[in-house]
């Protein structure tokens, strides 16, 4: 089975702090993704990666960087967190191709900026 | 962004009932797939689906592709406990380099009374 692991399942930070969250897959997937999950508006995509050190903005990826160094795994980056990136963050991964529509999650990160 | 208009938002049932979801779009998607997110967890794939018209089975779940490829449906019969959860519509049009990224739908969270 494919086994997709975030480092932390709860995080609280300050505003202003840098946040990272990692992700891991044991895959071999080529494509991985992080989505935020708010009461509401459902899963929206922040950013995603088809392959190592490369990187595409997804629809809402203003306050957030990525890092790919290795294909396993897969960063998000919050330069310096705001109250309103209070959320749970989910990260997935796919196949290049074929199947690259289905993903697979996380069980996620809920992080509090306060 | 594309959007998705998933409904109901939620669902109150008794164990037993069947319950129907649905999801529609402006545009047309060449692939519709149905996940579920139980309490703490990451989206799961159900049921995907790649072409017009299709209807697939999942146990006690069928999704039908819609003909005209701009929506989708998800029935689930005779309900139990634990299909508890959220239940997001994703759809994907195959457009070049937006080839890996899904739209969701924004979900339909399940109550299941026993």
């Known amino acids: 089975d494919v086994k997709v692991t975030q480092s932390s399942r709860y995080l609280v930070k300050r505003t202003g702090e840098k946040v990272f969250l990692e992700c891991v897959q044991d895959m071999d997937h080529e494509n991985m993704f992080w989505y935020r999950q708010d009461p509401g508006l459902g899963l929206r995509l922040i950013y995603f990666s088809y392959d190592v050190k490369m990187k595409e903005k997804g629809d809402i990826p203003e306050g957030y960087s990525v890092s790919r160094e290795k294909k396993e795994r897969f960063s998000l980056i919050l330069e310096s967190a705001s109250t309103n990136q209070t959320s749970m963050y989910l990260c997935?991964?796919?196949?290049?191709?074929?199947?690259?529509?289905?993903?697979?999650f996380g069980s996620g990160t809920q992080l509090s900026v306060l | 962004g594309q959007q998705l208009n998933q409904s109901p938002q939620s669902m109150f049932i008794q164990e037993g009932e069947d319950v129907s979801m649905n999801c529609t779009s402006s545009s047309i998607f060449n692939t519709w797939l149905w996940y579920k997110q139980e309490p703490g967890e990451g989206p799961v794939l159900l049921i995907a689906?790649?072409?017009?018209?299709e209807l697939t089975s999942n146990g006690r779940l069928t999704a039908q592709f819609g003909i005209t490829r701009k929506d989708s449906f998800l029935n689930i019969s005779a309900s139990i406990p634990s299909d508890v959860g959220i239940y997001f519509c994703a759809g994907r049009r195959n457009s070049g380099g937006s080839n890996y990224k899904l739209t969701f739908g924004k979900g339909t969270l399940l109550t299941v009374n026993p």
């Open positions: 689906l790649y072409k017009a018209g």
């Open positions: 997935a991964s796919s196949l290049l191709t074929p199947g690259n529509e289905k993903l697979f």
